[in-house]
């Protein structure tokens, strides 16, 4: 019996390598490996000078020469935007928790949140410089003040939109406000707030650029601005990429992290 179920595995046919390849996982790197082919026909076609818009092939020499300051440049923005994100996180739940608290508190500061949300970050850059000077304290500052908006956010949303009938019932047991908090509203507050981690740490990417091009001597911003004033676009490509690499990691760690910690509320993908 053991030899039939062995021939029959044999004669099964190997699929094609096609068949074989994960195409959700493989999507990513050919999207981006189409756009960067597309990218070097579009200059070769159409003759680009390189100080308008360089090849990838000009940008990736530019990587090579100027590695040491692009290495170190990329490591103070990703410490400064690292930095302002915790604290982000730190303050965005704590004041997400007390907003969604009650819903007096909700009419009375979300107005207020979405005043200053409305402020341009990169008109406070040069009040920041008056109180902090030049250097990393505006950068990590603003990268705070731009990310932490959508934390507060999702978290208060999450409190807020507990139904009533749950509140009712809970009361009806017994539940103090406390309880419902902290057996009912901060789970279900769970999803958005890691869910608005995703879009908070690329938010913070942007405010530690605009304050390194403005007020700091350290940071892939500031060596974007240099380059620019030099006419050296392939540098100021470099730059860019590099912010996207930087970007597209950090929220792989964010989207992972979603995942590990709310993965209960998230329904499965049937199809691809």
């Known amino acids: 019996m053991s030899a039939v179920f062995e021939n029959t595995a044999r004669k099964q046919p190997r699929l094609p390598l096609v068949a074989r390849i994960n195409w959700v996982k493989a999507a990513p790197w050919l999207y981006t490996l189409v756009l960067f082919l597309s990218w070097e026909l ?81 008109a406070l850059v040069p009040i920041l410089v008056i109180w902090f000077g030049i250097g990393t304290v505006p950068a990590v500052l603003t990268a705070f003040l731009i990310s932490f908006f959508p934390i507060v956010v999702n978290v208060a949303t999450g409190l807020a939109t507990i139904e009533p009938e749950t509140e009712d019932v809970l009361r009806a047991l017994g539940a103090k406000k406390m309880d419902i908090m902290l057996k009912v509203g901060i789970p279900r507050s769970m999803p958005y707030f890691f869910g608005s981690l995703k879009i908070a740490i690329t938010l913070a990417f942007v405010g530690s650029v605009v304050s390194e091009t403005v007020a700091s001597n350290y940071g892939l911003g500031n060596m974007m601005s240099s380059a620019q004033s030099q006419f050296n676009v392939p540098l100021v490509f470099a730059g860019l990429l590099m912010l996207a690499v930087e970007g597209i990691a950090m929220y792989a760690v964010m989207a992972w992290i979603e995942r590990r910690m709310t993965g209960w509320a998230h329904r499965s993908t049937m199809g691809q």
């Open 42 to 122: 579009l200059v070769y076609a159409l003759k680009m000078p390189q100080t308008i818009l360089p090849s990838p092939t000009r940008v990736g020499q530019a990587i090579v020469q100027y590695w040491s300051p692009i290495w170190k440049n990329s490591l103070q923005t990703l410490y400064t935007t690292t930095l302002g994100f915790a604290l982000a996180v730190v303050a965005g739940l704590g004041i997400g928790l007390f907003i969604g608290w009650s819903k007096t508190i909700y009419a009375g500061l979300y107005p207020l949140m979405i005043g200053f949300n409305a402020v341009p970050k990169v």
